[in-house]
Structure formats: structure tokens, C-alpha cells
């Protein structure tokens, strides 16, 4: 795994709380080659059955790293641009030049990332929803799962990069 590395980007997530979504989206990040940075506090327990069970038997091989709060982590990685992803952005992760060293940043499951998150980031971008709330006039979805999210935002990153055949 790429750990410290910066040759690819990193997915990280601000205080989730449903330890399936962590689970998956540790998944993801194997399958993409993405370190994935958790900032505290979390909703649940490192030893949580669900994290274990979504992570399958991948969980242990994620390369995973723990930070107390999100001043601590963009102090870390000061010389990379965090990219917050928020349904409530108007700018396509399509239109995103995307850098090695870019952090992907998702926020929490039931208030996603709060805006002093968010405007301490370089970039806010959102995942297009032709079917979402705004655009359809009986009710659209609110939102994605976020590791439905996630996923979607990995693959686009490493495909802009050029990195899935490596």
C-alpha cells in the first residue's frame, strides 16, 4: 500500500458513524490502491462485527491511519489540497484536475462535512445526480450512500490520473 507515499490520492473520512460504510469504503480504497485516513471521533468501535464483516477479510490489509481531529490531520498534510465532497456543490468531480497528493475528503453519514470543514478546503465538489432532489420534481434522492460515493469518486480520481492500470 501506498501508506505515506504520495504517489496517489488519499480518501479520508470526518467522524463516520456506520461502521459498514467504513468497512466498504476500506474496501474501495485496497481495490484503488488509497490509503484511507479515519478523523475521530467515530460512531463506532475498531473491533465492530459490521466493520469486519464489509471489510471481508481485506479489513486488515487497508492501509488505515487514525487522526484526533481534523486540525491535527490538515496540519499533517499540509503540502496536499483536501477536496471536500458534499452533495451541496454545484461543481462536478468531473471538472477537478486531480493531483497525486490530493486528499479526497467525505464527511458524516447524517450531517456530511460541516461548512468551516469545507471552507477550509482547496477544492468542494459534488457527484452530479440527474435523479437527485433538485432535479426531479416528485422527490428525488437525497444523496448517495457514502461509500456508493466514495467509490465513484476513487474511480474518477484514478481514472483522470491514469492510474488503474498500474
Known sequence: MNSFNTS??????????????????????????????????TGFSFEDKYLKRAGLDYWPKVDLHLYESFEQYKNYFKNSRIIA??????????????????????GREDIGLPDEIMNSCEIVAGIPMPGGENKVKTGGVRSLNLSVACGIVCYTACLKLNLLSK
Open 8 to 41: 496517489r490520492p488519499r480518501v479520508a473520512l470526518f467522524e463516520p458513524r456506520i461502521p459498514q460504510n467504513t468497512g466498504t469504503i476500506g474496501r474501495s480504497c485496497l481495490a484503488f490502491d488509497m490509503s484511507l485516513d479515519i478523523i475521530k471521533p
Open 85 to 106: 465532497l458534499t452533495k451541496k456543490s454545484n461543481n462536478s468531480i468531473s471538472n477537478i484536475i486531480y493531483n497525486n497528493t490530493d486528499i479526497l475528503l467525505f
